[in-house]
């Protein structure tokens, strides 16, 4: 594989078209709007800068890894690609449309992967008309930097895609793990009860999310559930509870929170808009 198209130029398609333009791919970063597109660049510049400052990478490694990352706001740029990841919103129907227009358009040996965090591979593969050629590649957040990527099969994935992935996965110098397709995979599954006892201790009163993020990290955790939720997008951490719940027939244990809830209608989304958990504002 030469190629890889990414759909969703945002947290997660910014970081993927990252790391595989670091390890040689030419790579199309594909998003609805412009708007999108420039903060992707922008992104790019701001992650390649820190690895530069930290020693990971020479000025022309991050240069040249730039240039081979070409974005674009006009879907059939993605024609040619080999390797398709789906990286836009956690939403079964937008994944589904983007499914079936991708299975109409590329070449018959183009895998077609989503970075789902909880959807069903298969309900996914569903949509389009070659469901053999698509799987879960499901990677975390910073994707860049994290070595994990869950590979998931799905109900009628052929053992050559699997392969296929997990040569790619291998190249970009990270460690994949297959998982069966069932709602959250497993490293969400687990997450789940992570995040979720740390929304009832704070709404119990029980204790501040500063203090519960401070106890975590003392036990050797590299970051507490507040703070993880305020990378991650309490928006996107909201839309993957919300899934794994329903999925589980509204199994009490991974029932949202109100707070959660609250947080995404007045846009405190963490990290991305400024507010969150914490203040990223610049005078904070
Ligand atoms: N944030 C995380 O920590 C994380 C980790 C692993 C997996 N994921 C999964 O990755 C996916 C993306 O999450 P994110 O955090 O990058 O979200 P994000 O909100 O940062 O970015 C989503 C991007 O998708 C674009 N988009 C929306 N609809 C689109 C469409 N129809 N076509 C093309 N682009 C479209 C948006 O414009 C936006 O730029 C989700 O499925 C999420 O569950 C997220």
Redesign the pocket.
């Known amino acids: 594989m030469k190629t890889i198209a990414v759909?969703?130029?945002?947290?997660?398609?910014t970081g993927i078209a990252l790391s595989s333009a670091l390890a040689g791919y030419e790579v199309v970063l594909?998003?609805?709007?412009d708007g999108?597109l420039q903060r992707a660049y922008r992104s790019v510049g701001t992650m390649t800068d820190k690895m530069v400052e930290r020693g990971k990478l020479t000025h022309k490694e991050a240069n040249d890894a730039a240039l081979r990352i070409r974005t674009t706001a006009h879907f059939d740029h993605l024609k040619t690609a080999e390797l398709v990841i789906e990286?836009?919103?956690?939403k079964l129907e937008?994944k589904q449309?983007?499914f079936a227009k991708l299975g109409e358009m590329v070449g018959e040996e183009c895998l077609l992967a989503t970075?789902?965090?909880?959807l069903s591979i298969s309900a996914i593969a569903s949509a389009t008309r070659r469901p053999q050629r698509v799987l879960g590649l499901?990677?975390?957040?910073p994707a860049h930097v994290m070595k994990l990527v869950e590979i998931v099969r799905g109900h009628e994935t052929t053992d050559d895609v699997m392969y296929r992935a997990e040569g790619y996965i291998k190249q970009l110098g990270k460690t994949p793990v297959l998982a069966k397709d069932t709602p959250g995979f497993i490293v969400n599954r687990v997450a789940r009860n992570f995040y979720g006892e740390a929304f009832r201790l704070l709404g119990d009163g029980i204790a501040t999310h500063e203090q519960i993020d401070r106890i975590m990290k003392a036990n050797g955790f590299a970051m507490g559930p507040f703070e993880l939720m305020d990378?991650?997008?309490i928006?996107?951490n909201l839309?993957?509870t919300q899934s794994v719940y329903d999925q589980f027939f509204q199994e009490p244990r991974f029932r949202p929170h109100l707070l959660q809830q609250k947080m995404v209608e007045a846009n405190l989304l963490g990290k991305?808009t400024g507010r969150g958990f914490y203040d990223y504002s610049p005078k904070a």
Not at 115 to 118: L, Q
Not at 138 to 141: D, K, L, M, S, W
């Open positions: 759909i969703g130029a945002g947290t997660m398609g594909y998003d609805i709007a999108f990286a836009a919103i956690e937008t449309e983007l970075n789902t965090s909880s499901h990677f975390f957040n990378l991650i997008g928006d996107v839309a993957v991305k």
